[in-house]
């Protein structure tokens, strides 16, 4: 089992939900939260002056996969948030130890 963080822009996440759907990964967590990479932020103009934004908006997405899911599920999202241009996000995929449904006490691979 992995988690998987993407980090994406705000306009990708619900293609990338379609996608997944696709692929029967039903499971994600969004969080809004504000990043920035090689941009480096940006620039926005207010009342005629131009202020420096240091962070641009961005969404974390959390999900967690089987691990004979991991590498279709990784395309799947570097395809959706794919424009070619800076900020398009990142993917960092994680081992998970354990999981349990809190409901059911269902655990690891039937959790999911």
């Given at each position: 089992?992995?988690?998987?963080?993407a980090?994406?822009?705000?306009?990708?996440?619900?293609?990338?939900?379609?996608?997944l759907?696709?692929?029967?990964?039903?499971?994600?967590?969004?969080l809004?939260?504000?990043?920035?990479?090689?941009q480096?932020?940006?620039?926005?103009?207010?009342?005629?002056?131009?202020?420096?934004?240091?962070f641009?908006?961005?969404?974390?997405?959390?999900?967690?996969?089987?691990?004979?899911?991991?590498?279709?599920?990784?395309?799947a999202?570097?395809?959706?948030?794919?424009?070619?241009?800076?900020?398009?996000?990142?993917i960092?995929?994680?081992?998970?130890?354990?999981?349990?449904?809190?409901?059911?006490?269902?655990?690891?691979?039937?959790?999911?």
């Open positions: 089992m992995h988690m998987i963080e980090v994406v822009k705000p306009f990708v996440v619900d293609k990338i939900k379609a996608k759907a696709e692929l029967g990964i039903f499971g994600c967590t969004a809004e939260c504000k990043g920035f990479g090689k480096k932020g940006h620039t926005e103009r207010y009342r005629g002056a131009r202020i420096d934004v240091g641009v908006p961005k969404v974390l997405l959390k999900i967690a996969v089987k691990s004979e899911d991991l590498d279709k599920a990784i395309e999202i570097r395809e959706s948030a794919h424009s070619n241009s800076v900020g398009d996000g990142k960092f995929v994680y081992e998970l130890g354990k999981v349990v449904r809190i409901r059911t006490g269902e655990t690891d691979n039937d959790a999911l």
